[in-house]
């Protein structure tokens, strides 16, 4: 087996680790072992912009140091202030400054100079997520021709927003430098398509490639899954000291990171919308929502959290009574292990962002149930994991506080037999395409491409050289 060599902004260093990305590629690592390698914030002891290692894990991990401001340049400023907003939709909040994107390709310079001399030949080569995308091209022009494949967690973006990037041909040489660029879903395939035929005048050849002015790039829709089996277990466990909920009372649970586009401010209408429109004798709700704090020093991060301060005492102010609070809002990160134990004590799990690359809280709400008495789903349409759990989620509009609203009362009334029958189609679904399906088939995919780019670059040379002669 392939010695695999990943690349991500995060590294694995703390002993919990949290963030959809780095819990999948951990249980890879630790599986297959080889090597980590990200970015960090903090002069390196020589001045250089070197690897520094950590011991530790069951594989290696190597982080480069970069200066506080040239991380703050790359990482707050053209990462998530210029691509995050963009991939999202929201080019309003693109917050462009001079020397960002300089910053940007410097870093994924300097990380490609740093690692080369780690990379053997061999070994698999996999670039994770929107801070590393220039990552593979540098590599190329260092000399490695390793497969080297790519992932993009966030959503892909449209034709129209992508004409709000500055300097956009630089994303079609970028992303042609990887023998396979590996997107969430089916949505994000077809956004990437459009990109080329739109923005670059490309089109889709027979055998999936895309043709880009000269260049190629092949696209394919890999859905991230989590550790099923794992995650029902650790849920199954942490059940009996999860904190009980008071009779007459159903917990709705929510769980994202502090971000514009996860819609918290939505679904605390919604939720406000639903408990206006509730019969005075019914059961009482209450939402629980654990929203992680990111990015604080970002303006638009700023405003959100005031959004929900205010939204959360709004509601509270209106609805509580006494031993009842129909909002409990928490910022700031619970371990994952006491999160499985909330998600199989929530009735209803609320998912509802506006936009989202998979969302791997839909699939550990799911993967949490008491399969006979499972709680209800309900799933934002515009999340890519609608795309696998439609088949028994409530799917709602995010922007509608209605459409949430309506999902809730349905969820509420919802006998058992069709609660059971929901959870199990999801689950069957999440189980066989979980964290290692998703590993396996997207490695084997890489190597299959790499392969038929060596034998069209043999093909190539084998052809020059016989018109030379």
Same mark, same amino acid.
């Given at each position: 087996?392939?010695?695999?060599?990943?690349?991500?902004?995060?590294?694995?260093?703390?002993?919990?680790?949290?963030?959809?990305?780095?819990?999948?590629l951990?249980? /890879?690592?630790?599986?297959?072992?080889?090597?980590?390698?990200?970015?960090?914030?903090?002069?390196?002891? /020589?001045? %250089?912009?070197?690897?520094?290692?950590?011991?530790?894990?069951?594989?290696?991990?190597?982080?480069?140091?970069l200066?506080? *401001?040239?991380?703050?340049?790359?990482?707050l400023?053209?990462?998530?202030?210029?691509?995050?907003?963009?991939?999202?939709?929201?080019?309003?909040?693109?917050?462009? #400054?001079?020397?960002?994107?300089?910053?940007?390709?410097?870093?994924?310079?300097?990380?490609?100079e740093?690692?080369?001399?780690?990379?053997?030949e061999?070994?698999?080569?996999?670039?994770?997520?929107?801070?590393?995308?220039?990552?593979?091209?540098?590599?190329?022009?260092?000399?490695?021709?390793?497969?080297?494949?790519?992932?993009?967690?966030?959503?892909f973006?449209?034709?129209?927003?992508?004409? +709000?990037?500055?300097?956009?041909?630089?994303?079609?040489?970028?992303? +042609?430098?990887?023998?396979?660029?590996?997107?969430?879903?089916?949505?994000?395939?077809?956004?990437?398509?459009?990109?080329?035929?739109?923005?670059?005048?490309?089109?889709? @050849?027979?055998?999936?490639?895309?043709r880009?002015k000269?260049q190629?790039?092949? +696209?394919?829709?890999?859905?991230? *899954?989590?550790?099923?089996?794992?995650?029902?277990?650790?849920? #199954?466990?942490?059940?009996?000291?999860s904190?009980?909920?008071?009779?007459?009372?159903?917990?709705?649970?929510?769980?994202?990171?502090?971000?514009?586009?996860?819609?918290?401010?939505?679904?605390?209408?919604?939720?406000?919308?639903?408990?206006?429109?509730?019969?005075?004798?019914?059961?009482?709700?209450?939402?629980? %929502?654990?929203?992680?704090?990111?990015?604080?020093?970002?303006?638009?991060?700023?405003d959100?959290?005031?959004?929900?301060?205010?939204?959360?005492?709004?509601?509270?102010?209106?609805?509580?009574?006494?031993?009842?609070?129909?909002?409990?809002?928490?910022?700031?990160?619970?371990?994952?292990?006491?999160?499985?134990?909330?998600?199989?004590?929530?009735?209803?799990?609320?998912?509802?962002?506006?936009?989202?690359?998979?969302?791997?809280?839909?699939?550990?709400? &799911?993967?949490?149930?008491?399969?006979?008495?499972?709680?209800?789903?309900?799933?934002?349409?515009?999340?890519?994991?609608?795309?696998?759990?439609?088949?028994?989620?409530?799917?709602?509009?995010?922007?509608?506080?209605?459409?949430?609203?309506?999902?809730?009362?349905?969820? &509420?009334?919802?006998?058992? /037999?069709?609660?059971?029958?929901?959870?199990? +189609?999801?689950?069957? #679904?999440?189980?066989?395409?979980?964290?290692?399906?998703?590993?396996e088939?997207?490695?084997?995919?890489?190597?299959?491409?790499?392969?038929?780019?060596?034998?069209?670059?043999?093909?190539i040379?084998?052809?020059?050289?016989? @018109?030379?002669?």
């Amino acid at each position: 087996m392939s010695r695999l060599v990943v690349f991500s902004n995060r590294l694995p260093l703390g002993s919990s680790p949290s963030g959809g990305l780095v819990v999948a590629l951990g249980r /890879t690592m630790e599986q297959r072992g080889g090597v980590w390698i990200g970015a960090t914030p903090g002069k390196s002891g /020589t001045g %250089q912009h070197t690897l520094q290692s950590y011991e530790g894990a069951s594989f290696d991990r190597h982080a480069l140091h970069l200066p506080e *401001g040239e991380y703050n340049d790359y990482y707050l400023g053209y990462s998530n202030s210029v691509l995050w907003p963009l991939f999202h939709g929201r080019t309003d909040l693109l917050d462009v #400054e001079e020397g960002q994107l300089a910053a940007y390709s410097s870093v994924n310079r300097k990380m490609a100079e740093a690692s080369v001399n780690l990379i053997q030949e061999g070994d698999v080569i996999w670039i994770h997520d929107y801070h590393f995308i220039p990552l593979a091209a540098e590599l190329r022009k260092l000399g490695v021709n390793n497969p080297i494949g790519f992932f993009l967690h966030t959503p892909f973006p449209s034709s129209n927003n992508v004409r +709000a990037m500055s300097h956009k041909e630089f994303l079609l040489d970028w992303l +042609a430098a990887y023998d396979l660029v590996g997107l969430q879903t089916q949505r994000d395939v077809s956004a990437l398509i459009e990109v080329c035929r739109a923005t670059f005048g490309g089109q889709l @050849l027979s055998d999936g490639r895309i043709r880009c002015k000269g260049q190629d790039i092949w +696209a394919a829709s890999f859905p991230i *899954g989590i550790d099923a089996k794992t995650f029902r277990q650790t849920a #199954e466990t942490q059940e009996m000291t999860s904190p009980r909920i008071d009779p007459g009372q159903k917990l709705l649970i929510g769980v994202d990171r502090l971000d514009y586009s996860k819609g918290l401010p939505h679904k605390f209408r919604g939720f406000q919308r639903f408990l206006e429109d509730q019969d005075s004798e019914s059961e009482r709700l209450t939402l629980l %929502q654990i929203a992680s704090p990111t990015r604080e020093n970002v303006e638009a991060y700023q405003d959100i959290r005031r959004q929900l301060e205010q939204l959360s005492g709004e509601v509270n102010g209106e609805f509580a009574e006494l031993g009842y609070m129909p909002i409990q809002y928490i910022h700031r990160a619970v371990p994952r292990d006491y999160l499985a134990g909330l998600y199989r004590r929530a009735a209803i799990g609320l998912v509802t962002p506006l936009i989202d690359g998979m969302n791997l809280v839909a699939k550990e709400y &799911v993967t949490a149930q008491d399969s006979s008495d499972p709680g209800v789903l309900i799933l934002s349409e515009s999340a890519g994991a609608a795309e696998q759990l439609g088949i028994g989620a409530l799917t709602i509009n995010p922007f509608d506080p209605s459409s949430i609203a309506s999902a809730i009362r349905k969820a &509420v009334a919802m006998p058992l /037999t069709e609660r059971i029958e929901r959870h199990q +189609a999801m689950w069957d #679904e999440i189980s066989l395409h979980d964290v290692y399906w998703w590993t396996e088939t997207f490695l084997n995919r890489l190597d299959k491409n790499a392969s038929s780019r060596r034998k069209r670059s043999r093909s190539i040379a084998d052809l020059e050289t016989m @018109l030379r002669g």
